[in-house]
């Protein structure tokens, strides 16, 4: 079987092909985005491998659809880029559910310490030798309340990860999870109540912009927010508002609304011409890293072998219902 494996990164190529070889899938690494323009690469394929910054539209279904491609299998979770409607009886689409939850979980916590403590800062300074503690003052994590948005897997452990630290948490989430022992709240008790947000909630049309000027007004002063989900959920000119009138203390921003043209690239010469996002990282009290919570040898390794078992099974007449996305579910 074929497969045409859309903005591959060199850190990719090793497990899939420690997985794809002795299945017998035969894998092109292409560098581009899958998009309209590159969606031509995908012919005489049996199927695209994409993840969350290439752009499957009902355009790009059909073409793949005409190309003969069987099956979109991607590489993540989330699958907000793939216009699933547009699959139905044209292509199969495969995800990975969960390839470490701790990976995304760990690097939430991970951005929180660092923007409260000024790890990032002090390491800095003490590399020149300048060691001043002036600007470095955090606050104790411990006893301070955490508002987790979306309780599924990740959002679970990023709950437990918190508990550790003796703090409280407070959890929203459409489906709450009976067995979780959270303690649920709606949304306005949660943003009034948190002095951290985390959101972990997929990206829908109820969830796009969960974070605006509203719902910043009612959270309180100082607050800091986590999205390691998905750009969107955030509203960028609200945040950076939000920021400006120092209601909110702190942003730590894995996902970005606009990342997709810029996010997984070496712009290090170039003048970025997004003003929201240079904006953001001019910030002191803002971290963005570049959409890379699940980069973990675990996760790549689980994400290579979901995905192989995704094609392998799909091709061998015994798809992984699972994993499958639809458009019902
Ligand atoms: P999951 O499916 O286990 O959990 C999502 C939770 O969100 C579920 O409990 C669901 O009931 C809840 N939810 C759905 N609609 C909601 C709404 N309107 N309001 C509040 N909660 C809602 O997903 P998982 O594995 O925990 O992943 C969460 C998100 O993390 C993914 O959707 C993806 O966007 C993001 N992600 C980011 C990664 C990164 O590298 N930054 C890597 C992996 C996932």
Redesign the pocket.
């Known amino acids: 079987m074929k497969l045409a494996f859309f903005d591959t990164k060199s850190y990719d190529i090793p497990g899939f092909q420690r997985y794809g070889d002795p299945a017998g899938v035969e894998i092109k690494f292409f560098e581009p985005n899958l998009n309209e323009d590159t969606v031509s690469l995908a012919a005489g394929f049996d199927a695209v491998c994409v993840f969350?910054n290439d752009t499957v539209n009902a355009a790009v279904v059909d073409s793949l659809y005409r190309l003969g491609v069987k099956a979109i299998v991607l590489r993540?979770?989330?699958f907000?880029n793939v216009d699933i409607k547009a699959c139905q009886g044209k292509l199969r689409v495969f995800r990975v559910?969960?390839?470490s939850?701790h990976?995304?979980a760990e690097?939430a916590m991970a951005l929180l310490l660092t923007i409260n403590r000024r790890t990032h800062k002090a390491y800095i300074r003490t590399r020149d030798f300048n060691f001043s503690l002036q600007g470095l003052a955090g606050f104790d994590l411990y006893g301070k309340t955490v508002g987790v948005?979306?309780?599924?897997?990740?959002?679970?452990v990023f709950a437990d990860i918190c508990k550790g630290f003796g703090m409280n948490i407070l959890a929203?989430?459409?489906?709450p999870?009976a067995d979780s022992g959270l303690n649920y709240v709606e949304l306005p008790e949660l943003f009034a109540k948190s002095d951290i947000i985390s959101l972990?909630?997929?990206?829908?049309d109820?969830?796009r912009h969960?974070i605006n000027a509203d719902s910043i007004a009612q959270m309180k002063k100082g607050v800091t927010i986590i999205n390691?989900?998905?750009g969107a959920l955030v509203n960028t000119e609200d945040l950076i508002t939000g920021i400006k009138d120092r209601k909110v203390g702190a942003a730590c921003l894995?996902?970005y609304e606009e990342e997709g043209d810029l996010f997984y690239e070496d712009y290090s010469g170039h003048i970025v011409e997004d003003d929201k996002l240079v904006r953001l990282i001019a910030m002191p009290n803002v971290i963005v890293t570049s959409?890379?919570?699940?980069?973990t040898n675990e996760a790549l390794d689980n994400i290579a072998s979901t995905t192989v078992n995704n094609l392998t099974r799909f091709f061998g007449g015994n798809p992984d219902t699972s994993t499958e996305v639809c458009y019902h579910k």
């Open positions: 969350v993540c979770a989330g907000n559910p969960a390839y939850p990976a995304v690097h948005i979306g309780t599924g897997k990740i959002g679970r929203y989430d459409k489906f999870a972990h909630c997929p990206l829908t109820e969830t969960i390691t989900s998905r894995d996902v959409h890379q919570a699940f980069l």
